[in-house]
Antibody, heavy 117, light 107 residues
Framework: EVQLVESGGGVVQPGGSLRLSCVVSGFTFSSYWMSWVRQAPGKGLEWVANIKQDGSEKYYVDSVKGRFTISRDNPKNSLYLQMNSLRAEDTAVYFC??????????WGQGTLVTVSS | DIQMTQSPSSVSASVGDRVTITCRASQDISNWLAWYQQKPGKAPKLLIFATSTLQSGVPSRFSGSASGADFTLTIAGLQPEDFATYYC?????????FGQGTKVEIK
């Protein structure tokens, strides 16, 4: 059974940092592109970032470029999102996701990040 | 960026009804279009990918099609478990973008 479990969310002040983690099981992690997608409270879905199997390619939505970094540790079956210079508008549930060609096939349950003073 | 304009934003329907949701792409996305269902407090679930391919385990009452820049999700014979919010998503180019969502409500 494919499982993705996020952790690391919480309350952080504007300008602060947070690192999200996602541990996966039930599939060969190193064989798949992975992604982070977020959803602000009561709002729609927003794609945040993708990372290739070996970490050699990364893509970001413009609003997080230069502030967020997606990374992975294949031996640990783990995906990460380092978030710096956080803003109020980054407040959202962050989902870890496994990609298949052109689609998000599996999603974690999400972890809530709240940026507030 | 490729904009995905989804309509309607909400629809009221009864069990057994046929429901149609549309997404219009601002640029050519070929068939790089997926549909997701999300229930309150839950993660989204993939329904359809590559415009019309049904994800394994998804009931056949769900179908997808395209006509030019317009992509359509059809639910034929709405069931109680289908009341949810639906999103389209393009994967033709970065940034990947979603439609605004369509909430299917009980009439």
């Amino acid at each position: 059974e494919v499982q993705l479990v996020e952790s690391g969310g919480g309350v952080v002040q504007p300008g602060g940092s947070l690192r999200l983690s996602c541990v996966v099981s039930g599939f060969t992690f190193s064989s798949y592109w992975m992604s982070w997608v977020r959803q602000a409270p009561g709002k729609g879905l927003e794609w945040v970032a993708n990372i290739k199997q070996d970490g050699s390619e990364k893509y970001y939505v413009d609003s997080v470029k230069g502030r967020f970094t997606i990374s992975r540790d294949n031996p640990k079956n783990s995906l990460y999102l380092q978030m710096n210079s956080l803003r109020a508008e980054d407040t959202a549930v962050y989902f870890c996701a496994r990609l298949d060609t052109g689609r998000i096939s599996y999603w974690g349950q999400g972890t809530l990040v709240t940026v507030s003073s | 960026d490729i904009q995905m304009t989804q309509s309607p934003s909400s629809v009221s329907a009864s069990v057994g009804d046929r429901v149609t949701i549309t997404c219009r792409a601002s640029q050519d996305i070929s068939n790089w279009l997926a549909w997701y269902q999300q229930k309150p407090g839950k993660a989204p679930k993939l329904l359809i990918f590559a415009t019309s391919t049904l994800q394994s385990g998804v009931p056949s009452r769900f179908s997808g099609s395209a006509s030019g820049a317009d992509f359509t999700l059809t639910i034929a014979g709405l069931q109680p478990e289908d009341f949810a919010t639906y999103y389209c998503q393009q994967a033709k180019g970065f940034p990947w973008t979603f439609g605004q969502g369509t909430k299917v409500e009980i009439k």
